[in-house]
């Protein structure tokens, strides 16, 4: 953090940030809903250099028993990274940083998920991250919502994420991993769109009053471009042919 | 298709006013909301999603076809495909004078059987009890097991059993249908079971397409030639 001086330009002149887009442009999104046979619902993401695929199981039994609630369903996330996934071979045990993502990630679908339905039972995710680019947790989640609603599981809305960041300066979206490294904010936004409910924010780094209501707001717009997408995956899947 | 028909996914808005939120929609305000991806049906004062993807979720009087996994002195488990094991009563099989000492739950149904149930009751609080006292209900001696979506159950019966009739009249199959997506067909004529078969995958791969039944009657009549 601070913005240490390096040869990278994070951005130029022209507004035009280290990989060629402009500050309120994503990444390339591609979202695809299904592919796995054998979980009940899956989703594969690619967003910018990240590649990400979700399985999810359930509702089914609860094991360990102890940990069934008799109200409620219950959601388990699991967020994994292969050690493939970044440039140093990466330990596959869960790091302290994966359990956190993966709370956090589950913490950002309870509002969305309605297990009320099921209870005694358990909606298990699991996400594998088989590239990192920066980024990954927003990536994640966009595509865990997605895998739910392919599974079946009663969802009040999908939930979207992108994040939102400030780098020279300026207030940016979809930091990707150059900027968040040596960039001076990063701010992950899980979002309801049609609610009009945030689910997940988190912040690393310093912003002023202003720059955080901005990189909130760039980070919402982020959002709706990701929902339009995973809408766009799901059409694609249920409706492809013979759609309205 | 009409406007009233649609296509949504969760968080979708089908329709605001008022009506009565039924399966799979919930109220936010006064804006009804899907909560599922299906499609949407509005029909006299009420609204609901017919869903195109979850599991099986037991309803009273539903008819199942459970696979037996386990068993203890007093009743049997069954696999019904769904997030709940089934429970099997051994009083319902054996009747009232069934005696935990003297009649070994074995005999009657071994655990990989296949068993036709209906729910007998069912709620939050409960795993789902199963019956076999009645017609038609009971162990399933021959026959292949068919798994289809449940969301697609209501394809292959069809408009007051059209999809089920067309299949059962061009292959000569007996076809019992259980509510959970398992579908058992037996067969004389072994052309006719595997036809039948195929008819029902067909059914559960192209549920969403429109006049499905002309397509598979169109199929079995081709098969039936070669």
């Known amino acids: 953090m601070g913005g240490r001086e390096s040869e990278l330009v994070l951005l130029d002149e022209n507004g035009i940030r280290c990989d060629g887009r402009k500050v309120d442009e994503p990444r390339r999104i591609m979202i695809k809903a299904g592919g796995l046979k054998n979980a009940d619902g899956s989703a594969y993401i690619e967003f910018g250099d990240n590649k990400i695929l979700v399985g999810v199981f359930g509702p089914r039994d609860v094991h360990p028993k102890h940990m069934s609630n008799t109200d409620t369903g219950i959601l388990r996330v699991r967020y994994h990274m292969e050690p493939f996934s970044v440039t140093e071979r990466k330990n596959p045990a869960p790091s302290r940083r994966e359990i956190e993502i993966s709370k956090v990630i589950k913490e950002a679908l309870e509002p969305a998920v309605m297990l009320d339905k099921f209870p005694r039972t358990a909606v298990d995710v699991f996400i594998e991250v088989l590239q990192a680019d920066g980024g990954t947790r927003c990536a994640a989640l966009s595509a865990a919502s997605v895998a739910l609603a392919d599974a079946g599981i009663p969802m009040r809305d999908l939930v979207a994420a992108c994040a939102a960041g400030k780098v020279a300066d300026t207030v940016v979206l979809d930091v990707n991993n150059e900027e968040d490294q040596a960039g001076q904010a990063d701010m992950p936004i899980g979002y309801m769109p049609n609610l009009e409910k945030i689910t997940l924010l988190q912040l690393d780094g310093v912003l002023t009053p202003e720059e955080y209501k901005k990189c909130v707001e760039t980070g919402i717009n982020g959002c709706k471009i990701v929902y339009d997408l995973q809408k766009k995956a799901l059409h694609d899947k249920y409706f492809g042919n013979g759609g309205d | ?226």
């Open chain 2, 1 to 226: 298709m009409d406007n009233k028909r649609k296509y949504v996914i969760p968080g979708d808005l089908v329709t605001t006013g008022p009506f009565r939120p039924e399966q799979n929609v919930v109220l936010e305000g006064n804006r009804i909301i899907a909560t599922a991806i299906g499609i949407s049906e509005i029909y006299d004062d009420a609204v609901k999603v017919i869903p195109l993807t979850g599991k099986y979720i037991p309803k009273i009087n539903d008819l199942v076809i459970g696979k037996v996994v386990s068993h203890s002195s007093l009743s049997w488990e069954l696999d019904i495909n769904s997030c709940y094991v089934g429970f099997l009563p051994a009083t319902d099989v054996f009747g009232r004078d069934f005696s935990a000492h003297a009649d070994e739950l074995t005999s009657k149904l071994r655990t990989g059987d296949l068993v036709a149930a209906r729910i007998a009751n069912f709620d939050r609080t409960r795993d789902p009890l199963l019956t076999i006292a009645d017609r038609d209900l009971g162990k399933i001696d021959s026959g292949d097991l068919v798994k289809i979506s449940p969301s697609k159950v209501p394809r292959l019966i069809g408009k007051r059993g059209t999809m089920i009739q067309t299949i059962e009249m061009a292959t000569n199959a007996a076809i019992t249908i259980g509510q959970n997506g398992w579908v058992v067909v037996s067969c004389e004529d072994p052309e006719g079971l595997l036809k039948a078969k195929k008819a029902i995958q067909m059914v559960d791969e192209h549920a969403h397409v429109a006049n499905l039944t002309d397509q598979v009657k169109e199929m079995l009549e081709k098969k039936g030639e070669s």
